[in-house]
């Protein structure tokens, strides 16, 4: 389980309307051949004029509804990727918990040979997977994820740039891979207690706070021991995959349109276009 941010970049492009699938945008050159400011009754008076009857156009909806949206990402795969399964939601955590629920009875995950959760260190996520997937043989906590806490710690302890500081996060993550949590724990203490300055003690307990609270979930031996994966690559790249068509230069959206457009991409990207629109054709020029 991940969560993709969709973060609209700037240009001087702007939504005409908006309908169910997404926006049309309106480029340069359309802007000076019609006001955008245009009242709808000029436009039903033109329509009249040419000698066809119209209702008023609603008011044309501005910009986006927030500067950003977060959607939570929930990829199901099997361990050699021959089959994938993702979905949406734009809701809360409670709202994500019922989804991957709802998708794991759909492709009946229950009666898989193994069942492995691979997450980020969200303490939503692990509190939804805990509630909703007890028949989980493991849950584990993404590697990229428990490396990117170490080295936001080595940074505030050593220096961006500090050989010393590389060389010790590099020794604590080979031991949280090969020797597990009760060794790295072992590491993690004593450093702890030599450091001086309130900075580096800060970013020191942030880290031991965040093992701490995760102990259960860093079993890196285990997983690699019974073929399991230890990081969470392919639902990153699902987040990036899934969001690509909304994401983009000049961009906006509210959430109705981009909760729309991102379920029909996942409808096409698990195979199941045909099956809600059997009878679907490409539109004829």
Known sequence: MACGR???ARSRKRPKNASLYGLRWRDGADRHRRREDQAPRERQ????SAGRKCKPL???????DLPWKEFKVAFFYSEDAKRQHVAFTHGNHVAAGKLLRREADRLR???ADERVGLVDG???IREQMQLHFAELDGLGLDFYHLSENV???????FGEESPEGKAWADDLMHVFKHQGCAAGWERLLPWRTALRGKTKRKAADRLVHFVSARRGMIRYPEFRQRG???????TESQCKLCTKRLKGYGRRWDRPNAT???ALDTLDRNGQWRQVWPTARYATP
């Open 6 to 8: 969709l973060c609209p």
């Open 228 to 234: 399991w994966q230890i990081g969470s690559g392919p």
């Open 45 to 48: 008076s033109q329509a009249a």
């Open 151 to 157: 080295h936001r710690a080595r940074r505030k302890v």
């Open 122 to 124: 969200a303490t939503w």
């Open 109 to 111: 995950f229950q009666n």
């Open 58 to 64: 609603p008011p044309r909806k501005r910009g986006s």
């Open 260 to 262: 729309a457009v991102a």
